[in-house]
């Protein structure tokens, strides 16, 4: 795991004892006037138990067991499928850059651009002297795929792995909303995974 990966859990485990401790020792000396805190004692049993069934959780979700034993689960097989398709959405800009690109290379080396090439292949190009509208217009029509190919790309890559075609064509975002700690700590987190992905 990565540094940053083990001092977030680390940070998150040792400041909930932390909580409970202090929760317990506010309720069992009676200091809720002077620490500002009312808790029950039914707050501090279910923030205990939460604490105790992360681990149980945490098995469910990876798929291995506290000893290391894998141990497929239904939560795990879901949360991998959600990956593989959110993962789908996230890497479409980098993958629809390289179709362009090899489009792009492929077109201007072998000097065959799309509407010319076909036009080529007919046997209709090169045309008379006088018909230069005709090979402005091819030249306008290769232009046009050359300036969208991003979106044709990404309406491509969406038909074969079958996705919404019209789905918005942006950066992706993942927003956290919880306490300033949290959100900062997952955003670096995110952010090193993203990073891997692409290292």
């Known amino acids: 795991a990565e540094p940053c990966t083990i001092s977030v859990v680390a940070t998150h485990a040792l400041l909930t004892e932390i909580l409970i401790y202090l929760m317990q020792k506010v309720q069992i000396e009676g200091l809720e ?17 939460l604490t105790r069934s992360n681990v149980h959780a945490m098995e469910d979700i990876t798929g291995y067991s506290r000893d290391g034993t894998k141990t497929p689960t239904a ?28 489009y792009i290379l492929v077109t201007v080396l072998s000097g065959y651009p799309l509407c010319i090439g ?12 006088e018909a230069t509208l005709v090979t402005e217009i091819l030249l306008l029509l290769d232009a046009l795929i050359y300036v969208f ?16 075609l019209l789905h918005r064509m942006t950066g992706r975002a993942l ?13 670096a987190y995110v952010s090193k995974l993203f990073a891997c992905a692409y290292s």
């Open 118 to 129: 076909i036009a080529k292949t007919a046997g209709l190009y090169p045309v008379s002297p």
């Open 75 to 102: 939560m795990e097989k879901t949360l991998r499928e959600k990956g593989a398709h959110w993962g789908q959405h996230v890497l479409e800009g980098a993958v629809s850059w390289v179709l362009v690109f090899i």
């Open 33 to 49: 006037g002077s620490s500002g805190g009312s808790y029950l004692p039914d707050d501090i049993t279910q923030l205990e138990h």
């Open 149 to 164: 190919s991003p979106q044709w790309c990404c309406l491509l890559l969406r038909l074969v792995q079958g996705r919404p």
């Open 175 to 187: 927003v956290i909303g919880d306490i300033p700690w949290v959100a900062q700590s997952l955003e």
